[in-house]
């Protein structure tokens, strides 16, 4: 079943707010992966985190691997109604086999 | 570059008819994966195969069966489909040189009445 467990479900969010998502896990994850996926097509990646502690920036995106190793945040800066999507959260169970978060669902309101 | 590509993206079927979901990569990866995505589940893992000639079981293999008929194409059959099937299935691809990058097709959404 799920490993990670990403906050919030759901989200609306006024056009130029910044907010933040975020997953848990109770297991160490090596890599950590953030995937946006819009209406009817795959997820795409955004960032991937390779070491805790690491900040990355994707654009007005940004992830952090936390430093247990255990979770991990997304911020979306100045937000616009094309973020609107599925993210979710995914990590590494072992070389082969992904996990993947639940996913937070945003709606931008224009 | 396509990238991963799978077929059908619609199927409607009834309780117990069988079909194969196709998948093909052209990226030259050696790993392949099927997911199902189901509302407030997230993606759950429902086979891979890591290289060409393996497979092994994800988290939720029940009522599945794939082939890694070559390479590039990964397939994955329903014998006898049920209800509980009903789901968005996505097909992908991971390849040593892009890191742990997964790479996801566009989806097929099954229907079983």
């Known amino acids: 079943g799920q490993q990670l467990n990403q906050s919030p479900q759901s989200m609306f969010i006024q056009e130029g707010e910044d907010v933040s998502m975020n997953c848990t896990s109770s297991s160490i994850f090596n890599t950590w992966l953030w995937y946006k996926q819009e209406p009817g097509e795959g997820p795409v990646l955004l960032i991937a985190l390779y070491k805790a502690g690491e900040l990355t920036s994707n654009g007005r995106l940004t992830a952090q691997f936390g430093i247990t190793r255990k979770d991990s945040f997304l911020n979306i800066s100045a937000s616009i109604p094309s973020d609107v999507g599925i993210y979710f959260c995914?990590?590494?169970?072992?070389?082969?086999?992904?996990?993947f978060g639940a996913g937070t669902t945003v709606t931008v309101r224009a | 570059n396509a990238g991963v590509t799978q077929t059908p993206k619609f199927q409607v079927l009834k309780t117990g008819q069988s079909m194969t979901l196709q998948c093909a990569q052209d990226?030259?990866?050696?790993?392949m994966y099927w997911y199902r995505q189901d509302p407030g589940m997230g993606l759950r893992l429902i086979y891979y195969s890591a290289s060409e000639g393996t497979t092994d079981k994800g988290e939720v293999p029940n009522g599945y069966n794939v082939s890694r008929l070559n390479k590039r194409e990964f397939s994955l059959r329903l014998e006898s489909a049920a209800p509980s099937q009903t789901s968005v299935y996505f097909c992908?691809?991971?390849?040593?040189?892009?890191?742990?990058?997964?790479?996801f097709g566009s989806g097929t959404q099954l229907s079983v009445l």
């Open positions: 995914a990590g590494h169970i072992n070389d082969y086999k992904l996990s």
């Open positions: 990226m030259n990866h050696n790993s």
């Open positions: 992908a691809s991971k390849g040593a040189e892009a890191g742990e990058k997964l790479f």
